[in-house]
């Protein structure tokens, strides 16, 4: 069985009236969305809108002031008892975030470990896997992007693509049914692109769930099954890419497309930064 075909099924989430504020500063105002199994969606939108947050409240890096976040019915970040909302213990929070993978724009490679190494640390850790079954897992995945040969060479010695493409091999070692990307292409220089979007690519036809920020309208026009265009914390159009990018509705989304095509909207970082290492070594005592 490939590492591709022997992922978990796609899995479907709901987003529902999700709020979220840094201060006084509200950076989502009342998010809906629903995203079918196995479904590809990109996320468009200009620098602050609220983009990268969504994507991280996704997997309960940010929590939620406001709202829900479910995974195939599975409440993220909380757990309900009757009408109320208890937040869980970290140690639960990383069980569910195995389901929901999440490749950064700056990669987040540990420095000091080989590719191999780094794809095989979250099954080691989270999930307990013995060290050779993670490393014949490790060696497929690398093989999927294009790397086996890379395998023992650590991050430094390795191109801005090449340390991305093990970014995504790492993210798919714990066999999400969530992959969430942000902005995978904006820290490589413009021919190094091409070579992530093909893994990319590769995994839509997978059937894994992906959610995509990008900037990469002809990306985004070829590989997603729906285009959100967010602005201002709120979404203002949603719809197939021959509706959003190439026929838009709505005067803003028109307006944004038109500087992307121009290159005067270039991409932002995040909001917040991201962990280095979603799954510590020494996860706390769960009393969830």
């Known amino acids: 069985m490939t590492a591709l075909t022997d992922t978990a099924p796609g899995g479907l989430i709901e987003i529902r009236d999700v709020h979220k504020s840094f201060g006084d500063l509200e950076v989502l105002r009342g998010i809906d969305l629903t995203l079918a199994p196995g479904s590809v969606t990109a996320i468009l939108g200009p620098s602050g809108s609220g983009k990268s947050t969504l994507l991280r409240t996704i997997n309960h890096l940010e929590t939620v002031d406001r709202g829900l976040i479910s995974v195939d019915g599975e409440v993220i970040g909380y757990r ?38 780094n794809v095989t640390e979250a099954p ?49 070692a714990l066999r999400p049914k969530v992959l969430l990307f942000d902005e ?7 021919e190094l692109v091409e070579e992530v979007l093909a893994v990319i690519r590769s995994l839509a036809r997978a059937g894994t769930t992906l959610v995509i920020v990008t900037h990469e309208m002809s990306f985004a026009r070829d590989v997603a099954d729906i285009v959100v265009f967010m602005d201002n914390g709120r979404i203002i159009e949603q719809g197939p890419p021959a509706q959003v990018i190439d026929h838009p509705t709505h005067d803003r989304t028109r307006a944004f ?32």
């Not at 995978?184 to 413009?190: G, K, M, Y």
């Not at 962990?275 to 070594?281: A, H, I, K, V, W």
């Open 80 to 117: 309900r008892e009757g009408d109320l909302l208890h937040e869980l213990s970290e140690r639960a929070v990383l069980r569910q975030r195995t389901a929901i993978g999440m490749v950064f724009q700056s990669f987040n490679l540990f420095a000091h470990m080989t590719a191999l190494q």
């Open 257 to 288: 497309l038109q500087r992307v095509r121009t290159g005067s909207e270039a991409p932002s970082p995040s909001a917040a930064p991201a962990p280095t290492d979603p799954f510590p070594s020494h996860l706390p005592e769960d009393h969830s």
């Open 124 to 172: 080691r850790r989270a999930l307990g896997t013995p060290r050779r079954e993670a490393e014949a897992q490790a060696r497929e995945l690398l093989a999927l992007v294009g790397l086996s040969e890379k395998a023992d060479v650590h991050p430094r010695q390795l191109s801005g693509g090449q340390q991305q493409r093990v970014a995504i091999a790492r993210a798919l």
């Open 184 to 190: 995978p292409t904006s820290a490589l220089d413009p």
